[in-house]
T-cell receptor
Framework: DTAVSQTPKYLVTQMGNDKSIKCEQN?????MYWYKQDSKKFLKIMFS???????INETVPNRFSPKSPDKAHLNLHINSLELGDSAVYFC??????????????FGPGTRLTVL | GQSLEQPSEVTAVEGAIVQINCTYQ??????LSWYQQHDGGAPTFLSY????GLEETGRFSSFLSRSDSYGYLLLQELQMKDSASYFC?????????FGGGTRVLVKP
């Protein structure tokens, strides 16, 4: 059984387009995250949601809009895609308890290529 | 700040021991995590230290010294499958901030 799943796995698109990435977790976790990993492998948090509520927004351009319809889903919509948005985007989830939230479960990633 | 420093690359032979150091800035520090990521794969959790000392999980151990703002991941009895990138992550402010990753290359 897949714990954290993302779709699509690969996304190739033109500059200026709008695209969405979907994420679902079946672990019963309260908190979900979006991370961006660039070509140099730097892994940086973008957003964090707890029970559908946004709790972290790390100075991400407002072209990026996360949406959490329920605590098991966290989607990422990107408007007006730019070349610099090319990266691997990881969804992750964890328990809310600070003593154990450090253990995060990552999805397989979505490789976004903007041409 | 939130930056963490770790070496960019380490090469070792099968059966050897590798230590990956990680230094961090103390603001809001709660604990230090370690994740492994194979090429093309997702990061997977290895260990977490909130208190000073050594945590051992099989061939991998993690150490933390809060007074020195320093931790390390120790990989023992290296195997080819341990070739991967290893990230330290600082837990603070309800989030993890990761270092740049250390690429470990295991040679036969």
């Amino acid at each position: 059984d897949t714990a954290v799943s993302q779709t699509p796995k690969y996304l190739v698109t033109q500059m200026g387009n709008d695209k969405s990435i979907k994420c679902e977790q079946n672990l019963g976790h309260d908190t979900m995250y979006w991370y961006k990993q660039d070509s140099k492998k730097f892994l940086k948090i973008m957003f964090s949601y707890n029970n559908k509520e946004l709790i972290i927004n790390e100075t991400v351009p407002n072209r990026f809009s996360p949406k959490s319809p329920d605590k098991a889903h966290l989607n990422l919509h990107i408007n007006s895609l730019e070349l610099g948005d090319s990266a691997v985007y990881f969804c992750a989830s964890s328990q809310r308890d600070p003593a154990i939230y450090n253990e995060q479960f990552f999805g397989p990633g979505t490789r976004l290529t903007v041409l | 700040g939130q930056s963490l420093e770790q070496p960019s690359e380490v090469t070792a032979v099968e059966g050897a021991i590798v230590q990956i150091n990680c230094t961090y800035q103390t603001s809001g520090f709660y604990g230090l995590s370690w994740y492994q990521q194979h090429d093309g794969g997702a990061p997977t959790f290895l260990s977490y230290n909130a208190l000073d000392g050594l945590e051992e999980t099989g061939r991998f151990s993690s150490f933390l010294s809060r007074s020195d703002s320093y931790g390390y991941l120790l990989l023992q009895e290296l195997q080819m499958k341990d070739s991967a990138s290893y990230f330290c992550g600082k837990a603070a402010g309800n989030k993890l901030t990761f270092g740049g990753g250390t690429r470990v290359l295991v040679k036969p």
